[in-house]
Every structure is written in structure tokens, then in C-alpha cells.
Nanobody, 119 residues
Framework: QVQVVESGGGLVQPGGSLRLSCAVS????????MGWYRQAPGNQRELVAA???????NYADSVKGRFTISRDNAKNTVYLQMNSLKPDDTAVYYC?????????????WGQGTQVTVSS
């Protein structure tokens, strides 16, 4: 059974930094494209950053230049380094793992971790 577990959320002041981690177990991590999503109250869940199995990254315009996604296949973990945080970054952040074997798609979500940016 595949498990996706986020950690690293918390309360931070505007301009501060946080690093989120997402550990995947129960499958071959390197096969998965990984993504970080967020959902603020009253809003739809949105993609923040993603990284393919080959290491290609993409970011939402709102976080470009401030957030960095990376992966460590040896540790089965993906990270989201968040710098210059703003109150608008406040949300529950979710990790997603996605892959296909050409026949079926396999997509898994973590339980989410709260990030609050406030003075």
C-alpha cells in the first residue's frame, strides 16, 4: 500500500522560510512525478510546484522565484523550500504522487500540512 506523508508545516512570519517534506513508501518512488498543491479556505486546490521523475520542474506563477521543489530518490522524499513567504501563501499543502504503467494511472495524496504566514 502506497503512503504519502507530509511534514514541516507551521506558523511563520511574513518574509520567513519553511521547508516541507513528503515521504513516499510502498512503491518505487523514482517512478513518480511529484507535486505540491495547496488549498486555502474557500478556494480550490491549486498546483504550487511539480517535478517529474526525470527532475524537470514547473511552478505556479505566484511562487516562481520564491519556492523550490526538489527530490531525493535515495530517501524517497520530495521537498518544497519556501522562501519570502507571504500571508497569501497560507493554506493546507498537499503532496501528490502520480505515475502510470501505460495501462493504469496511480495517483496518491497525502493528508496535508498546514502552513500559516502571519505576524
Amino acid at each position: 500500500q502506497v503512503q504519502v506523508v507530509e511534514s514541516g508545516g507551521g506558523l511563520v512570519q511574513p518574509g520567513g522560510s519553511l521547508r516541507l517534506s513528503c515521504a513516499v513508501s510502498g512503491s518505487i518512488f523514482s517512478m513518480y512525478a511529484m507535486g505540491w498543491y495547496r488549498q486555502a479556505p474557500g478556494n480550490q486546490r491549486e498546483l504550487v510546484a511539480a517535478i517529474t521523475s526525470g527532475g524537470i520542474t514547473n511552478y505556479a506563477d505566484s511562487v516562481k522565484g520564491r519556492f523550490t521543489i526538489s527530490r531525493d530518490n535515495a530517501k524517497n522524499t520530495v521537498y518544497l523550500q519556501m522562501n519570502s513567504l507571504k500571508p497569501d501563501d497560507t493554506a493546507v499543502y498537499y503532496c501528490n504522487a502520480d505515475t502510470t504503467d501505460g495501462i493504469a494511472r496511480y495517483n496518491y495524496w497525502g493528508q496535508g500540512t498546514q502552513v500559516t504566514v502571519s505576524s
